[in-house]
T-cell receptor
Framework: EAGVVQSPRYKIIEKKQPVAFWCNPI?????LYWYLQNLGQGPELLIR????????DSQLPKDRFSAERLKGVDSTLKIQPAELGDSAVYLC??????????????FGPGTRLTVL | GDSVTQMEGPVTLSEEAFLTINCTYT??????LFWYVQYPGEGLQLLLK?????DKGSNKGFEATYRKETTSFHLEKGSVQVSDSAVYFC??????????FGTGTSLTVIP
């Protein structure tokens, strides 16, 4: 079974430039998560989707971050414009059906963003 | 609010040593508890989980027991190997599908 796929794995951009990250979850997984992981820290949730619907985006900085999950499968996370403080690893995860205590999240390898 | 606190790292052990990584949590209700492992250059992988009090999760020689009375979920392994070198994250899931991660504990096992 293929895992969660993310691309690109690495991205280096100048500040004020836009950037986008792509995630393909495990087939059949309804719930998709985007996390931000700073160096030496645990992941922090940015947004959670149940199918196409963003059910928790309370931690997403909406002035510069946006996300979409068309057709309830792939998802894209965008930053425009990027700032120096956005340098981090962006993780995507999926689970079969979020909301169940027995549910397990499966993580992709992440995209390491460096903003210069 | 809910939170997870795990022991500071880094931890360095010799091969075959006993490992304990402490994790305590603060939560309302009855959360599920997890340990994830992150190998260099890879994403987080579920190591083990426990969904109710007194449950013991185990995998690859690692164990953790959900202790509600002490709000703890300490990770243990009797004999670590070099291949266990990684960063370990304790995590909590609570109703409302909120996931909280600890800051991670880096483990290095030397031959």
């Amino acid at each position: 079974e293929a895992g969660v796929v993310q691309s690109p794995r690495y991205k280096i951009i100048e500040k004020k430039q836009p950037v986008a990250f792509w995630c393909n979850p495990i087939s059949g997984h309804n719930t998709l998560y985007w996390y931000l992981q700073n160096l030496g820290q645990g992941p922090e949730l940015l947004i959670r989707y149940e199918n196409e619907e963003a059910v928790d985006d309370s931690q997403l900085p909406k002035d510069r971050f946006s996300a979409e999950r068309l057709k309830g499968v792939d998802s894209t996370l965008k930053i425009q414009p990027a700032e120096l403080g956005d340098s981090a690893v962006y993780l995507c995860a999926s689970s079969l059906e979020g909301g169940l205590r027995t549910d397990t999240q499966y993580f992709g390898p992440g995209t390491r963003l460096t903003v210069l | 609010g809910d939170s997870v606190t795990q022991m500071e790292g880094p931890v360095t052990l010799s091969e075959e040593a006993f490992l304990t990584i402490n994790c305590t949590y603060t939560a309302t209700g009855y959360p599920s508890l997890f340990w994830y492992v992150q190998y260099p250059g890879e994403g987080l992988q579920l190591l083990l989980k426990a969904t109710k009090a007194d449950d013991k999760g185990s995998n690859k020689g690692f164990e953790a027991t959900y202790r509600k009375e002490t709000t703890s979920f300490h990770l243990e392994k009797g004999s670590v190997q070099v291949s266990d070198s990684a960063v370990y994250f304790c995590a909590l899931w609570n109703t409302g599908n909120q996931f909280y991660f600890g800051t991670g504990t880096s483990l290095t096992v030397i031959p």
